[in-house]
C-alpha cells in the first residue's frame, strides 16, 4: 500500500476544473475553498462544518484530483447509499462496502480498487475490526483517507461509537495515507480529541460558523402530555413537513400513531426495527409518501429531505451538539424552517437514565466479566443476549452491559462475533486467565466521561432555561465569541424594541430590505408574487456565498450584499417587523415565500407612512439619573413577567410591546422608586412609562415591601 504524505502531491486534474466539470458549479461556498485548497497540498485536516455547509465536497472533489482511491469512512449506511447514488449519477465512480455488501461482492470491490475502478469508497468502520479486510486492501494505492462524523470517534463527543476508535490503527495498517477529519458539530475539546485520536501530522484546522440563520429556534415549557401533543398538532398543521424526534422507542410509537389518528401521513424509525423496516420507512419519507418522520433522537436516522420545514423535540436531548445537529435537518434548502424543544424537566429522568447506560462504573464492569467466565464453554464463548447478562450479573440498566462490554472489547479482554443462525452476538474470552479483580481499567477515564456526560446534560437545560437568545447561546457553547442575536428564535421575537417611525438611517435600510425582495419577487398584473423565503432573502442582502443562494444566481443580482454591514440577527428581526407592520407579505403553500404588499411597495418607493417594532442593536438607552444595581432578583422578575402578560392581554398587544424582557431585567435589577428612576432604565421611554410604568414601580414596591 502506497501511503501520502503531508507534502504537495501530482493532480490529475485542477480543483476548478473538477468543479465545473463532474459538478457544474463555477465558484466554491463559504469555507471550501480553503479547505479544498489545504487538501489538495497534500496537508492532514479537521474540518468542522454546518450541516449544509457543503461538507462532502471538501473531500470529494480532491479525490477527482489524485491518483488513486479515496476512502470515506461513514457511519450510516443509508446516507453512505445516498452519497454514493448521488456520485454515480453524475458519473464519478464510487462505490461502498458496509455489513449489507456479502463478502463475494466485497471482494470484486476490492479488486476494483486495485485496479483504478472507483476514485472514492465508502466504508463502514466497524471493516475496519476485521484484519482479514485490512489485508485486502494490500496493493490499494490510498491517496487520501477521509472521515465523516469525526465527533464519532470522541469519547467526550455526543455520538461516541467504538468502532471509531480503530481508525487511528487502520490508517497505519493502510499505509498512513494523509487523512482528513470532517463533522458538523464539535466544543473545543472533542476537537482536541479528533487530531489526538486520528494522530494527524502538522493539521490545519478551518471551523466554519454554525450559524443557521433560517431556522428559527424556540423552546415550550410543558406541563403536561396532552400540552405536548396539543404544540405538535399546531406544529405540524402549520409546517406539514417535519421531523419529531423522541427519546425512546415507545415514545416513537405512541407519537406516530397519534399522529395517524389525526389524518397525517407519518413513519415511525428507530432501532428496535428491522433494517428492512427502517429501510421502506425511509424510502416513503423520501419519496414524500408521508409528510412526518417520527424517529429516536438517540439513533442515527439517515433521513435528509430538504425541504424540512420543522423538527421537534418531543423530550429534552442529551447535550447541546445532539440538538443543534438535529434541529440542522430543518430548511436545508436555505429557506425558513421552525425547531421547536418541548421541555418538561422531569423528561431529564429519561435521560439521566442513558447516562448511566453509556458509563457503568468499574464494579459493574468487573461483575459482567465475572458472570462471562462464569458461563463461558471449554472454549472460552459465551452466547447470551444483552437480557440474560444483565440478569446474571445483577445489573437493572441493559444499556450498560452493552457499554461494559464496548469497554472491555477495547481493553483486549473479549471480543464479539456473529452467531450463525441467530439474532445474537456471542461473546469469547480473548484472556480467560485474568480474574475479575486484576482486570486493568482507567478508573479516572470512566468517572471522567460520565462527569462529561453530565456536564453536557446540564448546558442542555441550562440553555433551555435561560432567556438569551437561542443562538447565540449555543455559537458560544461552540466557542464561537462575540456571537450576535439571531433575530428570531422565540427569546428574540419577544424582545422585541419600541414600535415608532424611522429615523433617516433606518428609512434608508427599510428601502435597501424591501428591494431586496423585490428583486427576488415576480411582478404580476395583480401585484406581486413570491419566489424565495425570508432565509435566502436575508442571505443574499448579507452577501452569502451559501449554495443555496448561489446555485439560484442571486449573487449576481444588483442588492446582493446590500445590507452586508448590518448582521444576520438585526436583518431577521427586521424582517420580521416588516412583516408584522404589514411591508412584506408571506405566501402560504409548500414553501413560506414572502414578497411586497402594495404597503411595502410604496414604502421601497419613499413613503414613511409606517412605524415598526425595531430590533435591538444592543445599544443601551437610559437618562441621566444613575441608578443603583441591587442584583438581579428573579422572583421579582417572574412577578413583573406575569404584571406584563396581564397588561398586554387587556391592552391586546403582544407583551413585548409593554416592555422587552431586557427592560423587564434592568427592572428587576434596579429596582427603581419612582418616575424619575424608571425613566433612566434602558427600554423605558416617555409614552411608555405614562402607560405603563406606574404599574411596574407599584409593584416593585410591594415585592420590597414583602421582603422586608
Given at each position: 500500500?502506497?501511503?501520502?504524505?503531508?507534502?504537495?502531491?501530482?493532480?490529475?486534474?485542477?480543483?476548478?476544473?473538477?468543479?465545473?466539470?463532474?459538478?457544474?458549479?463555477?465558484?466554491?461556498?463559504?469555507?471550501?475553498?480553503?479547505?479544498?485548497?489545504?487538501?489538495?497540498?497534500?496537508?492532514?485536516?479537521?474540518?468542522?462544518?454546518?450541516?449544509?455547509?457543503?461538507?462532502?465536497?471538501?473531500?470529494?472533489?480532491?479525490?477527482?484530483?489524485?491518483?488513486?482511491?479515496?476512502?470515506?469512512?461513514?457511519?450510516?449506511?443509508?446516507?453512505?447509499?445516498?452519497?454514493?447514488?448521488?456520485?454515480?449519477?453524475?458519473?464519478?465512480?464510487?462505490?461502498?462496502?458496509?455489513?449489507?455488501?456479502?463478502?463475494?461482492?466485497?471482494?470484486?470491490?476490492?479488486?476494483?480498487?486495485?485496479?483504478?475502478?472507483?476514485?472514492?469508497?465508502?466504508?463502514?468502520?466497524?471493516?475496519?475490526?476485521?484484519?482479514?479486510?485490512?489485508?485486502?486492501?494490500?496493493?490499494?494505492?490510498?491517496?487520501?483517507?477521509?472521515?465523516?462524523?469525526?465527533?464519532?470517534?470522541?469519547?467526550?463527543?455526543?455520538?461516541?461509537?467504538?468502532?471509531?476508535?480503530?481508525?487511528?490503527?487502520?490508517?497505519?495498517?493502510?499505509?498512513?495515507?494523509?487523512?482528513?477529519?470532517?463533522?458538523?458539530?464539535?466544543?473545543?475539546?472533542?476537537?482536541?480529541?479528533?487530531?489526538?485520536?486520528?494522530?494527524?501530522?502538522e493539521p490545519f484546522e478551518v471551523v466554519s460558523g454554525f450559524s443557521r440563520p433560517n431556522l428559527s429556534l424556540a423552546i415550550t415549557a410543558v406541563d403536561k402530555k396532552a400540552q405536548k401533543l396539543a404544540r405538535v398538532r399546531e406544529v405540524v398543521g402549520a409546517h406539514r413537513t417535519g421531523i419529531v424526534y423522541c427519546a425512546t422507542r415507545r415514545k416513537v410509537e405512541e407519537v406516530s400513531e397519534t399522529l395517524a389518528s389525526w389524518g397525517m401521513k407519518a413513519i415511525a424509525?428507530?432501532?428496535?426495527?428491522?433494517?428492512?423496516?427502517?429501510?421502506?420507512?425511509?424510502?416513503?419519507?423520501?419519496?414524500?409518501?408521508?409528510?412526518?418522520?417520527?424517529?429516536?433522537?438517540?439513533?442515527?436516522?439517515?433521513?435528509?429531505?430538504?425541504?424540512?420545514?420543522?423538527?421537534?423535540?418531543?423530550?429534552?436531548?442529551?447535550?447541546?451538539e445532539a440538538y443543534y445537529q438535529e434541529a440542522g435537518r430543518a430548511g436545508r434548502d436555505g429557506e425558513s424552517?421552525?425547531?421547536?424543544?418541548?421541555?418538561?424537566?422531569?423528561?431529564?429522568?429519561?435521560?439521566?437514565?442513558?447516562?448511566?447506560?453509556?458509563?457503568?462504573?468499574?464494579?459493574?464492569?468487573?461483575?459482567?466479566?465475572?458472570?462471562?467466565?462464569?458461563?463461558?464453554?471449554?472454549?472460552?464463548?459465551?452466547?447470551?443476549?444483552?437480557?440474560?447478562?444483565?440478569?446474571?450479573?445483577?445489573?437493572?440498566?441493559?444499556?450498560?452491559?452493552?457499554?461494559?462490554?464496548?469497554?472491555?472489547?477495547?481493553?483486549?479482554?473479549?471480543?464479539?462475533?456473529?452467531?450463525?443462525?441467530?439474532?445474537?452476538?456471542?461473546?469469547?474470552?480473548?484472556?480467560?486467565?485474568?480474574?475479575?479483580?486484576?482486570?486493568?481499567?482507567?478508573?479516572?477515564?470512566?468517572?471522567?466521561?460520565?462527569?462529561?456526560?453530565?456536564?453536557?446534560?446540564?448546558?442542555?437545560?441550562?440553555?433551555?432555561?435561560?432567556?438569551?437568545?437561542?443562538?447565540?447561546?449555543?455559537?458560544?457553547y461552540f466557542g464561537e465569541e462575540d456571537a450576535g442575536t439571531c433575530g428570531c428564535c422565540d427569546v428574540c421575537r419577544d424582545d422585541g424594541g419600541d414600535e415608532r417611525e424611522a429615523t433617516d438611517e433606518e428609512h434608508l435600510i427599510v428601502r435597501k430590505a424591501l428591494s431586496g425582495v423585490a428583486r427576488m419577487s415576480r411582478r404580476r398584473s395583480t401585484g406581486w408574487e413570491g419566489r424565495f423565503g425570508r432565509g435566502k432573502v436575508v442571505m443574499m442582502l448579507l452577501g452569502s456565498r451559501s449554495q443555496e443562494v448561489v446555485a439560484a444566481g442571486l449573487d449576481k443580482l444588483s442588492t446582493y450584499g446590500l445590507l452586508r454591514e448590518q448582521g444576520s440577527g438585526y436583518l431577521n428581526g427586521l424582517f420580521r417587523a416588516l412583516t408584522e407592520a404589514g411591508l412584506i407579505r408571506v405566501e402560504t403553500g409548500e414553501y413560506p415565500l414572502i414578497t411586497l404588499s402594495e404597503r411595502g411597495e410604496r414604502v421601497m418607493q419613499g413613503s414613511r407612512n409606517y412605524r415598526l417594532a425595531w430590533p435591538d442593536r444592543g445599544q443601551p438607552a437610559g437618562g441621566a439619573v444613575e441608578l443603583e444595581d441591587r442584583g438581579f432578583d428573579p422572583g421579582l422578575y417572574s412577578a413583573l413577567r406575569e404584571l406584563r402578560s396581564r397588561l398586554a392581554k387587556a391592552a391586546g398587544v403582544p407583551p413585548y410591546v409593554v416592555f422587552s424582557n431586557r427592560t423587564l431585567e434592568a427592572l428587576a435589577r434596579y429596582q427603581p422608586r419612582d418616575l424619575e428612576e424608571g425613566l433612566a432604565v434602558p427600554g423605558v421611554g416617555e409614552v411608555k412609562a405614562q402607560r405603563y410604568l406606574r404599574s411596574f414601580l407599584d409593584a416593585i414596591r410591594d415585592w420590597s415591601q414583602c421582603r422586608g
Open positions: 500500500m502506497s501511503g501520502a504524505s503531508s507534502t504537495s502531491k501530482p493532480l490529475v486534474q485542477a480543483p476548478l476544473e473538477a468543479l465545473k466539470r463532474h459538478f457544474g458549479h463555477d465558484g466554491f461556498l463559504d469555507g471550501q475553498e480553503r479547505v479544498v485548497s489545504e487538501i489538495v497540498a497534500g496537508r492532514d485536516g479537521l474540518v468542522v462544518m454546518p450541516t449544509g455547509g457543503g461538507k462532502s465536497l471538501c473531500y470529494q472533489l480532491p479525490a477527482l484530483c489524485f491518483e488513486g482511491v479515496t476512502l470515506v469512512v461513514s457511519p450510516l449506511i443509508a446516507l453512505m447509499k445516498d452519497q454514493v447514488d448521488a456520485l454515480v449519477e453524475k458519473g464519478i465512480p464510487a462505490t461502498l462496502i458496509n455489513s449489507t455488501v456479502p463478502w463475494e461482492e466485497q471482494r470484486e470491490r476490492l479488486h476494483g480498487m486495485r485496479n483504478g475502478a472507483y476514485k472514492l469508497v465508502y466504508v463502514a468502520p466497524e471493516r475496519f475490526r476485521a484484519e482479514s479486510f485490512l489485508r485486502a486492501l494490500d496493493g490499494v494505492e490510498v491517496s487520501l483517507f477521509a472521515v465523516d462524523e469525526a465527533h464519532c470517534l470522541s469519547q467526550w463527543g455526543h455520538d461516541f461509537r467504538p468502532d471509531y476508535m480503530r481508525l487511528g490503527r487502520a490508517l497505519e495498517a493502510v499505509g498512513r495515507p494523509q487523512c482528513v477529519a470532517l463533522t458538523a458539530t464539535a466544543t473545543p475539546v472533542v476537537r482536541e480529541d479528533i487530531l489526538k485520536v486520528l494522530g494527524l501530522r424509525y428507530h432501532g428496535g426495527m428491522s433494517d428492512t423496516e427502517r429501510e421502506e420507512a425511509q424510502e416513503v419519507f423520501l419519496q414524500r409518501k408521508a409528510d412526518v418522520a417520527v424517529a429516536t433522537n438517540a439513533f442515527g436516522m439517515g433521513i435528509d429531505r430538504a425541504d424540512v420545514r420543522f423538527v421537534i423535540h418531543y423530550e429534552v436531548p442529551g447535550s447541546i424552517a421552525v425547531c421547536e424543544l418541548l421541555f418538561n424537566y422531569a423528561d431529564t429522568r429519561t435521560q439521566e437514565f442513558f447516562i448511566e447506560g453509556a458509563n457503568p462504573g468499574a464494579q459493574a464492569i468487573r461483575d459482567i466479566y465475572r458472570y462471562l467466565l462464569d458461563e463461558a464453554d471449554d472454549e472460552h464463548e459465551v452466547q447470551r443476549s444483552i437480557e440474560d447478562i444483565t440478569e446474571g450479573a445483577g445489573l437493572k440498566n441493559g444499556m450498560a452491559v452493552g457499554s461494559a462490554l464496548a469497554t472491555l472489547v477495547r481493553s483486549g479482554y473479549i471480543e464479539r462475533f456473529d452467531v450463525p443462525g441467530k439474532r445474537l452476538r456471542g461473546t469469547r474470552l480473548k484472556r480467560p486467565d485474568v480474574f475479575p479483580e486484576a482486570i486493568e481499567l482507567d478508573e479516572g477515564a470512566l468517572e471522567e466521561k460520565e462527569r462529561r456526560d453530565r456536564e453536557k446534560l446540564k448546558a442542555m437545560v441550562e440553555m433551555c432555561y435561560a432567556r438569551s437568545c437561542r443562538q447565540q447561546w449555543i455559537l458560544e
